[in-house]
Structures are given as structure tokens and as C-alpha cells.
């Protein structure tokens, strides 16, 4: 179960650091921000499920 979490935190990081990309490339530049920051939130989510006993 806690791998599921862990799994399911990193692939909506990689979306949406994916999305930032998409973002910067039409150079919306706020919205790369964003999405930067959402992922960097998710992806520490992830590592915190991980490491959790």
C-alpha cells in the first residue's frame, strides 16, 4: 500500500513538471512557477511516504 502512495505522488510530479514544461515553452511564465511548485510539493510528499515505518 505505502509503495502505492509513493507511486502515485512521483507520477503526478512528473505531470506536473511535465505541464511546466508545456508551460514555459508558450511562455506562460507564471503558470511554470506553478506548476514547479506543485510538483516539488508532490514529490515531497512522496519521499515523506516513503519513509514513513
Known sequence: MMKDK???WVELS???YETAIA???SRRYLY???MCHQSI???L???YNS???
Do not use: C
Open 32 to 34: 511554470v512557477g506553478f
Open 23 to 25: 508551460m514555459q515553452l
Open 41 to 43: 510539493e508532490k514529490i
Open 6 to 8: 509513493v507511486k502515485y
Open 45 to 47: 510528499k512522496a519521499y
Open 14 to 16: 512528473d505531470y506536473d
Open 51 to 53: 519513509s514513513k515505518r
